[in-house]
């Protein structure tokens, strides 16, 4: 699908959940479906001009507007996020709403506040990059070892990162505290353009590409 002109605001946050037997959105914490909270960081965060949820499930679908989001549309039973996500985008886009960023927010992430998506998104407009993606600092860097699938032998950690190899060179086997920090991937909020995430390749999350790392130092909220 060709992307149209952006419209409509800057930052539409995208709620994805997925329904079915094992569905854990609608469990409940501290008196709340799951999913509740995240609409509700959504929902009290100055930089979001919708909060939309993209689900198969009608019951899902019934609670999310009963907290406050928009259900405008339901969604086929879908494999991936990344479908789920490009789902929603080509048919917003087919009724007229093309916002210039997605805050993709996955509800299993509750203790995500509304103060966290303004950082990001202004971490967004000041840096200028292509995609936003929210990690968790590791306690331990990445250095030791993988288990090869095909024999379960133990092997070596291969990073070809430049931070790395730069102190691999100097010592086959350094200390933690000589390596560079390493971040996982919380899943906790996604920001990325509209535009790139139509074009991505099938299969490819397009947020994991051109960030730019900065800090945001806050407590809980």
């Not at 090869?148 to 950690?157: K, Q």
């Not at 991937?185 to 074009?199: A, F, H, M, P, V």
Request: hydrophobic residues 40%; charged residues 25%; proline residues 6%.
């Amino acid at each position: 699908m060709e992307a149209p002109p952006y419209n409509n605001g800057t930052f539409c946050a995208l709620i994805t959940a997925r329904g079915g037997p094992e569905d854990k959105n609608l469990l409940l914490l501290a008196g709340k479906p799951l999913i509740a909270w995240t609409i509700q960081a959504a929902l009290a965060a100055s930089s979001i001009d919708r909060v939309i949820v993209s689900t198969d499930c009608e019951e899902t679908a019934a609670i999310c507007r009963e907290h406050g989001a928009e259900v405008p549309f339901m969604r086929p039973a879908l494999e991936t996020h990344l479908e789920a996500v490009r789902h929603a985008v080509e048919t917003l886009a087919k009724e007229n709403y093309f916002p210039q960023y997605l805050v993709v927010l996955q509800p299993t992430s509750p203790y995500r506040g509304a103060a966290h998506i303004d950082a990001a998104t202004k971490l967004m407009l000041e840096k200028k990059c292509g995609s936003v993606t929210a990690v968790t600092k590791m306690m331990i860097p990445l250095k030791d070892y993988v288990v090869n699938e095909e024999d379960g032998a133990l092997e070596r950690l291969n990073i070809a990162n430049d931070s790395v190899l730069k102190v691999l060179h100097k010592c086959e086997y350094p200390r933690r505290q000589d390596l560079p920090n390493s971040y996982l991937e919380n899943g906790s909020i996604y920001i990325q353009r509209s535009q790139d995430i139509l074009s991505a390749p099938s299969g490819d999350f397009p947020w994991r590409s051109h960030c730019r790392f900065g800090e945001v130092k806050m407590g809980w909220g």
